[in-house]
T-cell receptor, first 121, second 111 residues
Framework: DTGVSQDPRHKITKRGQNVTFRCDPISEHNRLYWYRQTLGQGPEFLTYFQNEAQLEKSRLLSDRFSAERPKGSFSTLEIQRTEQGDSAMYLC???????????????????FGAGSRLTVL | GQQVMQIPQYQHVQEGEDFTTYCNSS?????IQWYKQRPGGHPVFLIQLVKSGEVKKQKRLTFQFGEAKKNSSLHITATQTTDVGTYFC???????????FGGGTRVLVKP
């Protein structure tokens, strides 16, 4: 296993275009997260999946953003009608949380991918 | 919602010196995690602290979890150029479903 993979690594697009990012998590991980990071800031939570179910979305997430994890393996993050403010690094992370650990919220250590950098012109 | 704050935002350190960076949460945490992001890289997990007052060491790095489980610190001794990067603390929400990251402390080392 080579860790968490993200594609593409860089995307330059014009305002108003749609973009899609893909994330392949560590195969035995059941949780997958999307974060956004802008220069000089910490990662900002966007959404997460437990297997194929999307369990939480940030209230800051615009309706233009949609994420899927159709078979509980890879995930896609689509941004429609991109705006210049969408320019950021989009980070995917995965983790494994066993049933026995769910009462213990501390078990969720994230492994991040290298990220997909989006530039909207 | 939960907020995690880190100070200082920037830390300029002379090589060989010690420094400490601090992390404070607006809510009590079940655990706290620390990550390091090298320039141009992605966050990489360093350590997790769970118990009140817990102290863990990784070579020259010492991590501490506060007694009230609302704050944490990272102390680096004899700073080296390999310590350059941004150090983030992160804590889980009440349901333990996501990590909220602080803004990070960016460490710059002067040789």
């Amino acid at each position: 296993d080579t860790g968490v993979s993200q594609d593409p690594r860089h995307k330059i697009t014009k305002r108003g275009q749609n973009v899609t990012f893909r994330c392949d998590p560590i195969s035995e991980h059941n949780r997958l997260y999307w974060y956004r990071q802008t220069l000089g800031q910490g990662p900002e939570f966007l959404t997460y999946f437990q297997n194929e179910a999307q369990l939480e979305k940030s209230r800051l997430l615009s309706d233009r953003f949609s994420a899927e994890r159709p078979k509980g393996s890879f995930s896609t993050l689509e941004i429609q009608r991109t705006e210049q403010g969408d320019s950021a690094m989009y980070l995917c992370a995965s983790s494994y949380l066993a049933l026995r650990d769910r009462a213990y919220s501390g078990a969720n250590v994230l492994t991040f991918g290298a990220g997909s950098r989006l530039t909207v012109l | 919602g939960q907020q995690v704050m880190q100070i200082p935002q920037y830390q300029h350190v002379q090589e060989g010196e010690d420094f400490t960076t601090y992390c404070n949460s607006s809510t009590t945490l079940s655990n706290i995690q620390w990550y390091k992001q090298r320039p141009g890289g992605h966050p990489v997990f360093l350590i997790q602290l769970v118990k009140s007052g817990e102290v863990k060491k990784q070579k020259r790095l010492t991590f501490q979890f506060g007694e009230a489980k609302k704050n944490s610190s990272l102390h680096i001794t004899a700073t080296q150029t390999t310590d350059v990067g941004t150090y983030f603390c992160a804590g889980p929400g009440a349901a333990g479903n996501k990590l909220t990251f602080g803004g990070g402390t960016r460490v710059l080392v002067k040789p």
